[in-house]
């Protein structure tokens, strides 16, 4: 069976610190695309979930707020992306190395990406977010109980059940993500930047207008697919 838009054109990666939006505006743009969102994250936390030996090698590493290991998360995205020609990419790549990797795969299918959107945040307000989001694990998504809270306290407005706060949003491990993106993942600015691929969103903006923004870069009319 296949998903849909499995076979658009549209190949962008989302890339930015955590917290600054970039799972919401996946999922926001998966409709208006037809590409599927490939959260990193949400399959890392499945497979620990599942105790899958793929889990059990990236358990710490998710726990601590660390990177797993490069040609771990390589893999796993050559075996999820099999021959999708479409995806909104949701935390990764996250350092030069993934970045490279992908630019080959994608090479070595004739394709390359139609865009990178990075989201631009202050970090004292990425803390603060972080601190007060509460997300649905059986579906990834996410509410602020300050700007965006569900409609009863700790339940998913969409199918009822519980929401939970990521053990990894505590303010000890969050100090210890942004830490890591301005190490390891900022590099991919002028990396992209440089391949002419980079467009900028103000991710301080409220999440509509943070849509539209991405929404008017990547216009089927205006962009290659
Ligand atoms: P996220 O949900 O995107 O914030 O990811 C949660 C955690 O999963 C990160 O803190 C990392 O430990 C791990 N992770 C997700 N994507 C990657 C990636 N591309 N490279 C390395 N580790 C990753």
Redesign the pocket.
Known sequence: MSSPGLNNGIRVVMLGP?GSG??TQARALEQRFGARQI???????DHVQSESELGKA?QR??????????V??IKM?EAELGESRGFIM??????VA?ARAFDAFLAGKNLSLTAVIYFKADHQTLIERLASRWTNPRTGRTYNTVSNPPQVAEIDDDDAGPLMQ?E?DSAETVTK?LQ?FEEQTSPLIQYYRDAGTLIEVDAMLDVAHVTREIEDALDPESVPT
Do not use: H
């Open positions: 955590p970039k799972g959260s990193t994250g949400d399959m890392l936390r990236a590493f998710v726990e601590s707020g660390g990177l797993v290991p490069d771990i998360i995205i949701d935390g990764f790549p996250r350092t993934q990521r990894d993500r890591v």
